[in-house]
């Protein structure tokens, strides 16, 4: 069975400052995608990155850039110089085929971010 | 941004009486599907369908039904609501299977609004 570890339930950090959220994950399937989901207080889900396991291509996107190691079977995202906009609960989720229709979804249990202004 | 609706955005009902939870899209996706997220638990899959009239459970089937007569429609069924029931219920589309679209990105899920349920 798949699983996403997110081991920070919560982190609060001062505006500005840099913040890693970790995402670890567990997979037998050899071909899988994994994602990040940002859910502000406002309750709506919103995507923010889409990695599929064949390109570990780091990613930079403004502020936000994420790692991805296969070798640890880690998928961190980072957060530079961070807002108060950036306060919200984020996702790490991880989706794969594992043939005769069988296909795997598994989100983490989310890392709330409070940024302190 | 995904058309994706849910009716009603918000119900209150008491234990045991039916209730049907609506997902509505304008982007001809073939997959939808129904996450019910809960404090300490992020999100669980509980039905997905690939198709009109073709659907399948996920890890937390018991409970509910579903049904989608219509591309666009997807519902959701509570026949006889629990107070164990009472959560935020997401509905999700992609244009193709999760975990199969190779080099492309037609996997990626898109979220509707949530509805939020308490069952007393």
């Known amino acids: 069975a798949q699983k996403v570890t997110q081991a920070q339930t919560e982190i609060s950090v001062v505006e500005k400052e840099d913040v890693t959220l970790d995402c670890v994950y567990e997979t037998r399937d050899t071909t899988y995608y994994l994602f990040w989901y940002k859910q502000p207080p406002s309750g709506e889900l919103v995507f923010l990155i889409r990695r599929n396991s064949f390109d570990e291509q780091n990613e930079i996107s403004g502020r936000y850039s994420w790692n991805f190691q296969k070798s640890t079977s880690s998928f961190n995202f980072t957060i530079t110089a961070s807002q108060v906009v950036d306060s919200a609960v984020y996702f790490c989720a991880l989706t794969s085929y594992s043939g005769a229709g069988s296909y795997q979804l598994t989100f983490g249990k989310g890392t709330k971010l409070s940024v302190i202004p | 941004d995904a058309g994706i609706t849910q009716s009603p955005r918000h119900k209150v009902t008491e234990t045991g009486t039916p209730v049907t939870l609506r997902c509505h899209q304008t982007e001809n996706h073939r997959y939808m599907y129904w996450y019910r997220q809960d404090p300490g638990h992020g999100l669980r899959l509980i039905h997905y369908?690939?198709?009109?009239?073709?659907?399948d459970k996920g890890e937390v089937s018991d409970g509910y039904s579903v049904s989608r007569s219509k591309t666009e429609d997807f519902l959701l069924t509570l026949e006889s609501a629990t107070s164990s029931q009472t959560s935020v219920y997401f509905c999700?589309?992609?244009?193709?299977?999760?975990?199969?679209?190779?080099?492309?990105?037609?996997?990626?899920?898109?979220f509707g609004p949530g509805t939020r349920l308490t069952v007393l």
């Open positions: 999700a589309i992609s244009e193709k299977a999760p975990g199969t679209s190779g080099g492309g990105t037609g996997d990626t899920q898109y």
């Open positions: 369908s690939y198709g009109v009239k073709d659907t």
